[in-house]
């Protein structure tokens, strides 16, 4: 039946090694995997990750007010109207800027020898700056629309959007000179933005 060993400390069954090595291994494997089903598993508890618990200030909850400014400045409208407004001022400088490095500005095409007065040059000054003023404005309306739109029917935040948005752009703004204009119009402002958004991002 039960094989004995001589060790001076009686018999011992052999026999019973096995079961009862088998049963703690068995115990620790089962231990052992309930152990990984808190820890990792399905039965991990999901902690809050709120700034109190792991010592930051407190996050307090937004108000209706708050999420309904929040989707208004997120919207494709307050874009382009933020975009408009940006594009107004920046025109309007950079059309001053260039007046006043013109040599020509105020200049009477009727009397070439005429001086021009202070306010033949501020008139000219004005006109430039509105021009450039309201071109950018438009270009910089349209672009911030087309890429907002874009961005939401995409899904995707990435450089497409601003390439895609200037080909809209620029070849919108081309075809009122013709097809070969718009074409030429698509790719250059499309190359524009690429180059613009490869050098902020």
């Excluded at 999420?67 to 307050?78: D, H, N, T």
């Amino acid at each position: 039946m039960a094989s004995t060993v001589d060790g001076g400390n009686g018999s011992v069954s052999d026999s019973r090694l096995p079961s009862s090595a088998n049963s703690s291994y068995e115990g620790s494997t089962f231990q052992y995997s309930m152990l990984l089903e808190h820890l990792v598993g399905e039965k991990r508890p999901i902690k809050d990750l709120n700034p109190t618990v792991m010592g930051g200030l407190p996050n307090p909850m937004k108000t209706d007010d708050q999420k309904m400014i929040e989707r208004g400045m997120e919207s494709c409208a307050f874009k382009a109207v933020l975009a408009c407004v940006g594009g107004f001022v920046l025109g309007g400088a950079f059309g001053v800027f260039t007046a006043g490095i013109d040599t020509n500005v105020g200049f009477d095409p009727k009397d070439p020898m005429k001086t021009p007065s202070a306010r033949e040059v501020l008139k000219d000054m004005g006109q430039r700056g509105m021009s450039y003023a309201k071109n950018f404005a438009v270009i910089g309306a349209m672009f911030s629309c087309t890429e907002c739109i874009i961005e939401s029917h995409r899904g995707k935040s990435d450089w497409k959007n601003a390439v895609y948005s200037g080909c809209v752009t620029g070849g919108a703004i081309g075809f009122r000179a013709g097809a070969k204009a718009g074409v030429l119009g698509c790719g250059g402002f499309a190359a524009f933005s690429a180059a613009i958004e490869y050098y902020l991002r």
